[in-house]
């Protein structure tokens, strides 16, 4: 036949009827009588068993010739009265009593009653036993399951009217029907007039779900769902525009089906059901192909409360946002590496890491390619999108303050999850691929004026085209001021949407790089605390320290999965390529109309711009490097010297330039950025060599800026300077742990050595200047840190060593089970504490040693000769003295306790800096910790530690060197014994050499001590008001007096 109608190859073959040519349509009345067959299928239910599955047939008797009008109806719908014949009709139909019985004679399908008919089909619970063929004779037979699933027999009503479509289509095609329009024309109406009643009156067909049938057929079209050309496709859109007809309809029809799937993400889905989510996500898409079904799609999934970060998670875009492996908390389980994570081989790691890239890959590609889609649909639709976007991120801005890697589970609700977070950025990172490469000229359309804009409404944020909310709250690169305020664009740009929004998706969802520190500190602590409880505790207690280690490493690899999936990261790397690039223009001049190379040092004025920038915009760039170095990334970044180069100007720009940027700590952050692309070094103080290291070391020696680097570095040093809090500590000393081994990394290039040691001889000569020069007051906080460091980090060795003591005699043997865990715990958390101050110090002391092996003077100088002298003899003697033994751990290695090294460049410094005999008579001076015997004792040490002979004869000979100015000091200390308390200096006892009057306290002090003072802290030591150099007033007559009454002591001598 002509018809391309599905045929059911196990039922006989209709005969055809009177003589006529094949494929004519038979209008006359032919033999043929239809014999029902009364009993029902088993399918049925309430109808009686009808085990030879008989299908009903034509037999002889009274029977009407089909009209044009029934063929094309019969054909479609696959029903029938039961009365008609022809060659040109299906061969199998499913019986209509009803319909026959209202038409009369002739029992035809018309116009007229075609959708009584079509009704009355959708009203049949077991279509299936109502099928007839016209074959006279005995009855056919057929296997039940082959019954059932033609889609003659098609149960369910909406598949079934879509069966109706597909063959209503081809009807339409077949040249033999060409004069059936206005049939054709009904049948197309009838389908889409009972697929819109199915999807708003659900109720009328019974146990029947319309919705999951509807998602069934999209399912079931796999990647046909989306080809424009598909049945699929052209029955669902002609549907959505029969339904648009009516107000609210395709709302009202389609909600219930993207509840559904909706329910589907939220509850059951997980990353690794990759057929199901795939499936899925293929309805989600047909959302995007019309703006009608967009805006229903868009208007679903608004949150309940649009400012409660959490509510946008619970919608269908939030959970396939939340796809992802991050922990949720610890009432909801890990999907991967649950089991024994930290026992698992490095093979089976990174096999789950590579299933987990794949699967975040092709979830963020397909919410990439929704609302791209929906985007450029209408602009009212790009609103839609990008204001959801806006006030997700606006509502979840608190999230950033949530350190603690299991503090989320506290506000779990009130904000998105990590994984959450991290896929908005995959997917906005998509959008802003175009414009990331580095000096791509889109991105002179990113305006830093679009952060003052604050729309008021939603009709505002439309006109301007501004839909990131909050940042004009936000801390930016320079201080703002209303007469720093920008002119603001009529309308923004949607490069200019899409970088901001970006930047604080990404300020949101590193947050986690913290949880990643404290994550690794626990697990660091944990694999401590098992090797200890190995000797000392039972199994029971090493079992659930072994459950919580597996626990943290769970976590850890999780995170390090989403964190580290590789389109995220090359992704992020080119957006913040292209961010540096824009942002050292920015530095420059407010009118940004090109990319010219930077030049150092920049202009004076600050430009406005800087005002308008939030902080994040740098400080993304530096967790995104610390995101890398925790999970040994770095290749990726120090693999290409072109990108290199692009960060190390943005570093050299920024990282020494407070007026530009105005926050010490994020100064210091990039510090730590650069620090981290160092080379590994080794313990014999090389560095490691690899293709990327050369990156590395070509880019520190041949970028054409690097001649300024010193200079930023110790300027960032300097600034971070903090008092109060012990946190604040903690946080100034890691920052500038970085800037040590940048300087220990940098005083090996020729070039940089002498650009410090530059910096060191200007600021001899500025040394008297009103302005403390730079380095004078590097070496000053130097010294500070030195002091301090070492000191705490003695006073834990001793009380860690008198710990161990306690609990290795049996001490704590009588104490109680909670006072004893009081004691594990406090000995732990002093071995922390410890540790850390003595890694700092060591740092410390090291730099103080390479830098006085070719920078004398300055330590020399008065001003910071007494000081140095001190740090040195106080250590000397704590480390080489009795008071060695009380330092003496079980362990010097878990706590990083080197006191051999430390001796070793203390006395390195002693001879590096004994030239001088400034130098030399303020070591003698030092009383409090010289004796006549240390060196002595100090040569001891140095010789059991293996120092080279030659140092060691520079050593004795040094000690000889002091004991001969040791006589001469002995003398004039006895001559001035005797001095006026008036002529001594109130906080150092000294006699004055050049006394100034301090203008608020009107005290007199000796001008190097106070100069040296207001180094750490510009206030008046005594009245704490704010004081420096050039407020302080000479006292001549005091000078005179005590030169006066020196020169009558010596004449006594």
């Known amino acids: 036949m002509g018809s391309s109608a599905s045929k059911d190859s196990h039922l006989p073959q209709r005969p055809l009827s009177e003589p006529a040519g094949r494929g004519s349509l038979r209008k006359d009345q032919t033999n043929g009588k239809l014999v029902t067959n009364p009993t029902n299928s088993p399918s049925e239910q309430g109808s009686t068993a009808n085990n030879n599955n008989v299908l009903q047939h034509r037999g002889k008797g009274t029977s009407v010739a089909s009209t044009l009008e029934n063929t094309v109806y019969e054909h479609v719908f696959h029903v029938t009265t039961g009365q008609t014949t022809g060659d040109d009709l299906p061969e199998t139909s499913v019986l209509l009593a009803e319909t026959a019985k209202k038409a009369g004679t002739p029992a035809l399908l018309t116009?007229?009653?075609?959708?009584?008919?079509?009704?009355?089909?959708?009203?049949?619970?077991?279509?299936?036993?109502?099928?007839?063929?016209?074959?006279?004779?005995?009855?056919?037979?057929?296997?039940?399951?082959?019954?059932?699933?033609?889609?003659?027999?098609?149960?369910?009503?909406?598949?079934?009217?879509?069966?109706?479509?597909?063959?209503?289509?081809?009807?339409?095609?077949?040249?033999?029907?060409?004069?059936?329009?206005?049939?054709?024309?009904?049948?197309?109406n009838v389908i889409f007039q009972n697929a819109t009643l199915c999807l708003q009156q659900p109720k009328l067909f019974q146990k029947q779900n319309v919705y999951a049938q509807f998602i069934d057929l999209c399912i079931d079209a796999g990647v046909n769902l989306l080809d424009?050309?598909?049945?699929?496709?052209?029955?669902?859109?002609?549907?959505?525009?029969?339904?648009?007809?009516?107000?609210?309809?395709?709302?009202?029809?389609?909600?219930?089906?993207?509840?559904?799937?909706?329910?589907?993400?939220?509850?059951?889905?997980?990353?690794?059901?990759?057929?199901?989510?795939?499936?899925?996500?293929?309805?989600?898409?047909?959302?995007t192909c019309s703006e009608t079904l967009a805006k229903v799609f868009m208007e679903f999934n608004a949150p309940v409360d649009w400012g409660v970060g959490g509510s946008y998670e619970r919608t269908l875009l939030g959970a396939m946002f939340a796809l992802n492996p991050c922990p949720r908390g610890a009432e909801v389980p890990c999907e991967f590496f649950a089991d024994n994570a930290a026992e698992q081989s490095t093979h089976d790691l990174h096999k789950t890491i590579m299933f987990i890239w794949q699967r975040l890959y092709t979830i963020c590609e397909d919410i990439n390619r929704i609302l791209k889609t929906i985007i450029k649909?209408?602009?009212?639709?790009?609103?839609?999108?990008?204001?959801?976007?806006?006030?997700?991120?606006?509502?979840?801005?608190?999230?950033?303050?949530?350190?603690?890697?299991?503090?989320?589970?506290?506000?779990?609700?009130?904000?998105?999850?990590?994984?959450?977070?991290?896929?908005?950025?995959?997917?906005?990172?998509?959008?802003?691929?175009?414009?990331?490469?580095?000096?791509?000229?889109?991105?002179?359309?990113?305006?830093?004026?679009?952060?003052?804009?604050?729309?008021?409404?939603?009709?505002?944020?439309?006109?301007?085209?501004?839909?990131?909310?909050?940042?004009?709250?936000?801390?930016?690169?320079?201080?703002?001021?209303?007469?720093?305020?920008?002119?603001?664009?009529?309308?923004?740009?949607?490069?200019?949407?899409?970088?901001?929004?970006?930047?604080?998706?990404?300020?949101?969802?590193?947050?986690?790089v913290y949880k990643l520190y404290k994550l690794n500190s626990s697990i660091v602590r944990l694999k401590r605390l098992l090797e200890l409880l190995k000797e000392t505790h039972t199994r029971r207690v090493i079992a659930l320290v072994k459950m919580q280690l597996n626990r943290e490493f769970c976590w850890y690899y999780n995170m390090k999965a989403a964190l580290t999936e590789y389109s995220f990261t090359k992704m992020c790397l080119s957006f913040h390529v292209?961010?540096?690039?824009?942002?050292?223009?920015?530095?420059?001049?407010?009118?940004?109309?090109?990319?010219?190379?930077?030049?150092?040092?920049?202009?004076?004025?600050?430009?406005?711009?800087?005002?308008?920038?939030?902080?994040?915009?740098?400080?993304?760039?530096?967790?995104?490097?610390?995101?890398?170095?925790?999970?040994?990334?770095?290749?990726?970044?120090?693999?290409?010297?072109?990108?290199?180069?692009?960060?190390?100007?943005?570093?050299?720009?920024?990282?020494?330039?407070?007026?530009?940027?105005?926050?010490?700590?994020?100064?210091?952050?990039?510090?730590?950025?650069?620090?981290?692309?160092?080379?590994?070094?080794?313990?014999?103080?090389?560095?490691?060599?690899?293709?990327?290291?050369?990156?590395?070391?070509?880019?520190?020696?041949?970028?054409?800026?690097?001649?300024?680097?010193?200079?930023?570095?110790?300027?960032?040093?300097?600034?971070?300077?903090?008092?109060?809090?012990s946190v604040d500590d903690e946080r100034k000393f890691n920052y500038r742990k970085s800037m040590h081994k940048l300087l220990q990394y940098m005083w090996k290039i020729p070039l940089h050595k002498q650009a410090i040691k530059g910096l060191a001889s200007t600021a001899m000569k500025e040394i008297e200047n009103t302005e403390p020069p730079l380095f004078l007051r590097f070496i000053n906080l130097l010294i500070n840190d030195a002091i301090f460091l070492l000191d705490e980090a003695l006073d834990h060795m001793k009380q860690i060593k008198d710990l161990e003591?306690?609990?290795?005699?049996?001490?704590?043997?009588?104490?109680?089970?909670?006072?004893?865990?009081?004691?594990?715990?406090?000995?732990?958390?002093?071995?922390?504490?410890?540790?850390?101050?003595?890694?700092?110090?060591?740092?410390?002391?090291?730099?103080?040693?390479?830098?006085?092996?070719?920078?004398?003077?300055?330590?020399?100088?008065?001003?910071?000769?007494?000081?140095?002298?001190?740090?040195?003899?106080?250590?000397?003697?704590?480390?080489?003295?009795?008071?060695?033994?009380?330092?003496?751990?079980?362990?010097?290695?878990?706590?990083?306790?080197?006191?051999?090294?430390?001796?070793?460049?203390i006395s390195h410094i002693y001879v590096y800096l004994g030239t001088s005999d400034t130098f030399c008579k303020a070591v003698l001076g030092e009383t409090r910790s010289f004796s006549e015997n240390l060196f002595q004792q100090a040569t001891t040490v140095l010789e059991k530690i293996g120092v080279q002979a030659e140092f060691l004869v520079k050593f004795v000979e040094l000690n000889d060197k002091l004991k001969g100015l040791e006589r001469e000091a002995h003398h004039e200390e006895e001559m001035l014994a005797d001095a006026p308390d008036e002529f001594l200096d109130p906080i150092m006892g000294t006699l004055m050499a050049d006394p100034v009057t301090l203008p608020d306290s009107k005290t007199n002090m000796d001008r190097n001590v106070i100069a040296r003072h207001l180094l750490s802290d510009q206030r008046d030591p005594f009245t704490n008001m704010p004081l420096s150099m050039d407020r302080v007033t000479p006292n001549t007559d005091l000078k005179q007096r005590i030169n006066h009454w020196k020169a009558e002591q010596l004449k006594k001598t």
């Open 111 to 188: 116009h007229t009653n075609i959708e009584e008919a079509v009704f009355e089909r959708l009203m049949l619970r077991n279509p299936g036993s109502k099928l007839v063929s016209t074959v006279p004779g005995s009855p056919s037979h057929a296997p039940p399951a082959l019954l059932k699933a033609a889609p003659v027999a098609e149960p369910l009503a909406l598949k079934y009217l879509y069966h109706c479509f597909v063959r209503w289509r081809a009807v339409k095609e077949d040249p033999k029907f060409a004069g059936a329009s206005k049939e054709l024309a009904k049948s197309e």
């Open 805 to 905: 003591l306690e609990r290795d005699t049996g001490k704590w043997d009588g104490l109680s089970a909670e006072a004893a865990r009081d004691k594990e715990t406090g000995l732990r958390h002093l071995g922390m504490m410890g540790r850390y101050r003595n890694v700092m110090a060591n740092y410390t002391i090291y730099t103080l040693e390479i830098l006085s092996r070719e920078i004398r003077d300055i330590f020399c100088h008065s001003l910071m000769v007494d000081r140095v002298a001190g740090l040195l003899n106080y250590f000397l003697e704590h480390l080489v003295g009795p008071k060695q033994k009380e330092y003496k751990v079980r362990d010097r290695r878990e706590y990083e306790f080197r006191p051999e090294q430390i001796v070793s460049d």
């Open 377 to 512: 649909l209408s602009p009212g639709l790009r609103h839609s999108v990008l204001n959801w976007l806006g006030r997700c991120l606006h509502a979840n801005r608190g999230k950033v303050d949530l350190w603690s890697a299991h503090e989320t589970e506290v506000f779990q609700k009130d904000f998105c999850s990590d994984g959450f977070s991290l896929n908005m950025c995959h997917v906005l990172l998509h959008l802003c691929t175009p414009f990331s490469t580095p000096g791509s000229p889109m991105l002179l359309k990113v305006k830093p004026s679009y952060t003052r804009a604050a729309p008021a409404t939603d009709q505002q944020a439309e006109e301007l085209c501004v839909h990131s909310r909050g940042l004009e709250d936000e801390r930016t690169l320079a201080p703002y001021t209303e007469e720093r305020q920008l002119p603001p664009e009529k309308c923004y740009t949607f490069i200019c949407e899409c970088f901001f929004l970006t930047h604080q998706a990404l300020h949101i969802a590193y947050s986690m």
């Open 228 to 287: 424009t050309k598909s049945k699929i496709y052209e029955f669902i859109m002609k549907l959505v525009e029969r339904m648009d007809q009516q107000p609210g309809a395709v709302m009202e029809c389609l909600v219930p089906v993207l509840k559904m799937i909706r329910t589907k993400f939220t509850t059951e889905f997980k990353l690794s059901h990759a057929n199901e989510i795939s499936q899925y996500t293929s309805v989600v898409r047909l959302f």
């Open 578 to 725: 292209a961010t540096a690039t824009w942002l050292v223009q920015v530095a420059s001049r407010d009118d940004v109309k090109d990319f010219p190379d930077v030049t150092l040092p920049l202009p004076v004025e600050i430009p406005k711009s800087l005002s308008s920038i939030p902080e994040f915009v740098i400080t993304n760039y530096t967790m995104f490097v610390s995101s890398l170095e925790i999970f040994g990334g770095m290749d990726l970044l120090a693999g290409d010297r072109a990108i290199l180069d692009h960060m190390m100007t943005l570093v050299l720009v920024f990282m020494g330039s407070p007026k530009r940027l105005a926050d010490s700590d994020a100064r210091a952050k990039l510090s730590e950025a650069l620090d981290a692309l160092l080379p590994r070094q080794n313990d014999d103080g090389s560095y490691n060599t690899s293709k990327t290291s050369g990156n590395v070391d070509a880019m520190f020696r041949e970028h054409r800026l690097i001649g300024h680097l010193a200079g930023t570095v110790l300027n960032v040093f300097v600034s971070i300077e903090m008092t109060g809090q």
